[in-house]
């Protein structure tokens, strides 16, 4: 299969602290891809590069055999690469729909269809729709931030630790709803997680990243459970 986006020796940091250090990751169209690592190994910087937050000192990005790696992050948007951040970022004054229908400005014609298949995927956003952001519960918010993300009608969609600090019971509720947009074959999924078995069940590949490189990578089932996940997760 064509791979979605191609990595190639990527490296990029911070002012002059290098964080990340020749990474180089191919993704399958319509794969979920898994970045696991300690803290601190570059997991969302790498993210940030991809959506053009921070860019390269070395290394490309291919994304449908473009390079990408200096695009600026609106032009990511609009090709459809979405990066939906760590920290459950929401727009905190407005409300629910409000969140929603800003993430679909760039597909005005499609925006109310894009809507309703967040909220199939979301049932307790459509519960909440008139409500501030802001007092909506963590899982919720983390829900609001993803459905944002789809409103821009993602191909590929970075999630950087969706279900961190939730409880059990919404992570059983992400979970089925990643499930499901694993499933779609317009999408590829690239997740940074934490939670082993999410991972499992989700990622069809796995790529661990210790201090800015890519220590391992492989078929998640094959990784989990291996040393060396064991070495570098416990
Ligand atoms: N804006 C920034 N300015 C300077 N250094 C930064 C910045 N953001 C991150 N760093 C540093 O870059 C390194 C990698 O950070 P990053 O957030 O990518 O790690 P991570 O793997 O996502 O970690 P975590 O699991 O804790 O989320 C860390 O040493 C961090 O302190
Ligand atoms: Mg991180």
Redesign the pocket.
């Known amino acids: 299969m064509a791979d979605a986006l191609r990595i190639d020796n990527l490296s990029a940091g911070?002012?002059h602290?290098t964080?990340l250090r020749g990474v180089t990751i191919a993704i399958e169209a319509q794969s979920t891809v898994a970045i696991v690592?300690?803290?601190?190994?570059?997991?969302?910087?790498?993210l940030k590069v991809i959506s053009g937050l921070v860019r390269p000192t070395a290394g490309d990005i291919r994304f449908r055999d473009e390079d990408m790696s200096r695009w600026p992050s609106e032009k990511v948007v609009a090709s459809g690469i979405v990066h939906v951040p760590?920290g459950r970022q929401v727009f905190p004054g407005l409300s629910v729909a409000e969140n929603l229908w800003l993430g679909g400005y760039s597909h005005p014609e499609r925006r109310q269809e894009l809507l309703e298949d967040v909220l199939t995927l979301f049932p307790r956003l459509k519960e909440r729709l008139s409500q501030a952001a802001d007092s909506l519960s963590g899982g919720e918010q983390q829900m609001l931030a993803i459905g944002r993300g789809l409103m821009a009608a993602p191909a590929v969609l970075m999630l950087d630790?969706p279900t961190l600090g939730l409880a059990p019971v919404i992570i059983d509720q992400m979970t089925e709803a990643l499930m499901a947009l694993r499933a779609r074959s317009s999408l590829s999924l690239i997740v940074?997680e934490q939670n082993l078995q999410l991972t499992r069940a989700l990622c069809d590949a796995a790529h661990i990243?210790v201090d800015g490189r890519i220590a391992a990578s492989g078929a998640t089932e094959e990784l989990v459970g291996s040393d060396v996940m064991k070495i570098y997760l416990g």
Not at 37 to 46: D, F, V, Y
């Open positions: 911070y002012g602290a964080v690592g300690p803290n601190g190994a570059g997991k969302s910087t790498l760590e630790e940074v990243l």
